[in-house]
């Protein structure tokens, strides 16, 4: 996300500011970076465990951009 001025970077920047305003206001963008890896990196795992439930709501980091 080097490059400023685009929609990814607008993209990134929003999240980081709902980051910060929900969860903690020091949060870094490099912060940003691991929770948003670490919850591509498990989602597998909490769709396989929470198959049937209706509370579980997937937004694919594509529909972001």
Avoid: Y
């Amino acid at each position: 996300m080097d490059e400023p001025e685009t929609k990814a970077r607008e993209t990134c920047d929003a999240l980081l500011a709902e980051l910060r305003d929900d969860l903690n206001g020091s949060i870094s963008e490099q912060d940003a970076i691991e929770v948003l890896a670490q919850h591509l990196i498990t989602r597998s795992v909490f769709k396989a465990l929470s198959t049937g439930w209706t509370c579980h709501v997937f937004v694919p980091p594509q529909v972001l951009v």
